[in-house]
């Protein structure tokens, strides 16, 4: 049987914004359970993998809305499926529809195992999924994009303090919640007006630290976010418009 796995979910309070579109953080959190609950199943969970001593990250997202964003008590299915390993990354896709099939959100990531001690890269060849792969993909010709971005002039800067509620059970900030850092601030791209997110995740951000953020336009007019701690780029996004 191919590896894919789809589940209903609830788009309930907490998922939406003030427009009752869901958030940009809850695409990704119902992308992170989907692939945690799949992963569980083909024995390469949390758990599984704490121990070998290891830890999934991702380090690069795509999210692309290709029809209307689920609103709040809205029902969705959600499903995701791996791809055969690269050398050392592993790619993951994602999507939703709605109750009658069509399709709303596609999502790929690329993710990678870190030692669960000294938080480095660990190459692992008993870590795989297995061979009757789901081949289907929204993404034939994917590549991860590079994320180099230089703030403009007129650049929008503040501060965020991580706090117990933005972390996971590895310790550190959850990624999904890095797009709630920007949504809080209301700045940029309306929900309802997102095409395609990109983010690059480059450093873990742990409990109380501070996140020096910043935002500006490019020369595409797409919404553009660094945020850094201690001078160090921990995460970039871009937003693109319909």
Known sequence: MAIIDTRKFLIHASFVGDSDFLRPFAILDLFQDEASVHAD?????YNDMLKKNLLWIVNYQEIDIVG??????DEVMVSTWPHRRNRLDYVRE????DMNGNLLVTGIAS?????STTRKLVKDDNVSFGEEYYEYTNYPDF?????NLTPTDDAITWDYQVTYTDLDHNGHMNNAKYLDVIYNRHIGTPINKIKKIIIS???????????????????N?????????NDIECFSVIMEEK
């Open 94 to 97: 994602y999507d939703i529809k």
């Open 221 to 229: 007019n797409d919404s553009c976010y660094i945020g850094k701690v």
């Open 201 to 219: 995740f480059s450093h873990e951000i742990k409990f109380g630290e501070i996140i020096n953020m910043t935002y500006f336009r490019n020369e």
């Open 68 to 73: 209307e964003l689920p609103k709040y008590t």
């Open 143 to 147: 590549k991860r994009r590079k994320v």
């Open 111 to 115: 993710w990678f195992t870190i030692d």
């Open 41 to 45: 199943i083909l024995h390469l969970g």
